[in-house]
């Protein structure tokens, strides 16, 4: 499976956000969804995830993690921006048993990435 996130880019603090993950080659449907951001000069840090199947929607703190399944995407909501939120975005695919996996070997397929930077 190919991914694909979008919808970063420059945003003020307080602001709200969402990050979409456009799946290809194979149904999003068979994998778990994890997001993790990484910051400059910082480890890449796991955000959250949601399983393949069951509830669509999990909601962590100031992140919401959701999916279409139909629409072969997923996404992730931001609210209350801080600066310290400001890092490249990453969702990724995983058929782990473990599926909230914060472990990024856990995770089959990467996409790109999508910076987001919040100003102050």
């Known amino acids: 499976v190919q991914l694909q996130a979008s919808g970063g880019g420059l945003m003020q603090a307080g602001d709200s956000l969402r990050l979409s993950c456009k799946a290809s080659g194979r149904p999003l449907s068979n994998y778990h969804i994890g997001w993790f951001r990484q910051a400059p000069g910082s480890e890449r840090e796991f955000v959250t995830a949601i399983r393949r199947s069951g509830d669509n929607t999990h909601v962590k703190g100031r992140f919401t993690v959701s999916r279409s399944n139909t629409r072969n995407e997923a996404y992730l909501q931001v609210s209350s921006l801080s600066p310290e939120d400001t890092a490249v975005y990453y969702c990724?695919?995983?058929?782990?048993?473990?599926?909230?996996?914060?472990?990024?070997?856990?995770?089959?397929?990467w996409g790109p990435g999508t910076q987001v930077t919040v100003s102050s």
């Open positions: 990724a695919a995983s058929t782990n048993v473990r599926y909230y996996s914060g472990i990024p070997d856990d995770y089959i397929s």
